[in-house]
């Protein structure tokens, strides 16, 4: 294991449903991240928390709300998705944010919109 | 932007034999590029990292090139095993933004 956990691993909600995805890590990283993998396409970063503050927000809808109440924990909130929001979601940490440490991933949430 | 393409979607190989992923790049040569490993229904992991005054890096059977010139890097599996079959994703870093991109990724296949 990366020492990166993710729950739930699967997931089902409705267009109307709100739902929570938690990212737990036990590194001592300061930096998490959020990426949604589609089928077929690149791993897309989603967010970046450096010592508990935002430092990237990749242009995603406002759908998707993230929180991190500390270093070690991240939340991304679901609330009115589309089913094209349907992907793996996999949180990641590194040491720092500066983009050369090595991301050590958890094993994502599938998550299903119908 | 930058804009990666790895080769071919997917590769397959016979056992023994060397499986060579491609990973090409646009635009700006990156400061870093790693190589991750990822199976299916897990994250991805992370397997080497070169950096851009790095010609070659080696890992056990794994073997990373990186060509600024071609804006190209390699990667090596000798003497393959139907455990290597996987998904392998190249990630550029470009450290005046401080992000990753990924490739799509290459599915690798070795058959016993």
């Known amino acids: 294991e990366t020492g990166v956990t993710q729950t739930p691993r699967h997931l089902v909600m409705g267009m109307t449903n709100k739902k929570s995805l938690k990212c737990e890590q036990h590194l001592g990283h300061n930096a998490m991240y959020w990426y949604k993998q589609s089928a077929k396409k690149p791993l897309e970063l989603m967010f970046v928390?450096?010592?508990?503050?935002?430092?990237e927000n990749n242009s995603v809808p406002s759908r998707f709300s993230p929180e991190c109440p500390n270093s070690s924990h991240l939340f991304l909130h679901l609330h009115t998705l589309q089913p094209e929001d349907s992907a793996l979601y996999l949180c990641a940490s590194s040491h720092t944010s500066g983009g050369t440490d090595t991301q050590y991933f958890g094993p994502g949430t599938r998550l299903t919109v119908l | 932007s930058q804009k990666i393409e790895q080769n071919s979607e997917a590769l397959n190989i016979q056992e023994g034999k060397t499986a060579t992923l491609t990973c090409n790049y646009t635009?700006?040569?990156?400061?870093?590029l790693q190589w991750y490993r990822q199976d299916p229904g897990r994250g991805p992991v992370f397997l080497l990292l070169?950096?851009?005054?790095?010609k070659e890096k080696r890992k056990e059977r794994l073997k990373v090139t990186f060509d600024t010139t071609l804006k190209q890097s390699l990667f090596h599996i000798t003497a393959s095993q139907p455990a290597d079959s996987a998904t392998y994703l190249c990630?550029?870093?470009?450290?005046?933004?401080?992000?990753?991109?990924f490739g799509d990724g290459t599915t690798l296949t070795v058959k016993p």
């Open positions: 070169i950096r851009e005054n790095e």
């Open positions: 990630a550029l870093i470009n450290t005046n933004a401080g992000k990753s991109t």
């Open positions: 928390y450096n010592f508990k503050e935002q430092t």
């Open positions: 635009n700006y040569s990156p400061a870093y």
